[in-house]
């Protein structure tokens, strides 16, 4: 059980591009939502945090207008990196949790995501 | 941003030796401290948590040791194995914060 399932696996597409990623809990209610990003050897940085159906928490210097995430339902969010450029290329991660803060949260297999 | 300090930063164990790796937090506010496993290329995988109310939680060959007066807590491998060879990461929630990482190399 606990299964989230994180669509592409891999995008490689020009500079100016927006690509969109989503995450989808199979088989459990998703209240929460986290979006990380990771680079090679190093740790999980959180992006944002989204609780369906209200706007997400934006971490400091991350850029909102920049990084769209969509809670719409309890099963689906969705990162949409906006006019992609190089610096953008990263390996990035979503996590779902059901309730509130004391559970765990489960990973999708992340995508890794290629600017030209 | 990293509420949660974490070491060693890499760790190499013989097999059936012992692997410990050691996390810190700050805010009061954290109520749960899971442990994930990494493996390249793939999402962190959970392998065990703790809730503050606990000292010691044993799962298989894993444990968390828990210090709430101090706010730290630290991850035991038993008898490690090659296959235990990964990176893994301490965390705290709600806020979902990770630590740093630690790569352990199990040598055969």
């Known amino acids: 059980g606990a299964v989230v399932s994180q669509h592409p696996s891999r995008v490689i597409c020009k500079s100016g591009t927006s690509v969109k990623i989503e995450c989808r809990s199979l088989?459990?209610?998703?209240?929460?939502m986290f979006w990380y990003r990771q680079f090679p050897k190093k740790s999980l940085m959180l992006m944002a945090t989204?609780?369906?159906?209200?706007?997400?928490?934006?971490e400091q210097g991350v850029e909102k207008d920049k990084f769209l995430i969509n809670h719409a339902s309890l099963t689906l969010s969705t990162l949409t990196v906006t006019s992609a450029h190089p610096e953008d290329s990263s390996f990035y991660i979503c996590?779902?949790?059901?309730?509130?803060?004391?559970?765990?949260?489960?990973f999708g297999d992340g995508t890794r995501l290629s600017i030209l | 941003q990293q509420q949660v300090k974490q070491s060693p930063q890499s760790l190499i164990v013989q097999k059936g030796g012992i692997s410990i790796i050691n996390c810190a937090y700050e805010?009061?506010?954290?109520?749960?401290f899971p442990w994930y496993q990494q493996f390249p290329g793939k999402g962190p995988a959970l392998l065990i948590a703790?809730?503050?109310?606990?000292s010691e939680k044993k799962e298989g060959r894993f444990t968390i040791s828990f210090n709430k007066s101090a706010k730290q807590f630290s991850l035991h491998i038993m008898d490690s194995q090659p296959g235990d060879s990964a990176t893994y990461f301490c965390?705290?929630?709600?806020?979902?914060?990770f630590g740093a990482g630690t790569r352990l190399t199990v040598k055969p």
């Open positions: 703790i809730r503050p109310d606990v």
């Open positions: 965390a705290a929630s709600p806020q979902g914060r």
């Open positions: 996590s779902a949790r059901a309730g509130t803060g004391a559970q765990p949260q489960h």
């Open positions: 805010n009061t506010a954290f109520d749960y």
């Open positions: 989204s609780n369906e159906g209200s706007k997400a928490t934006y």
């Open positions: 088989d459990f209610q998703a209240t929460t």
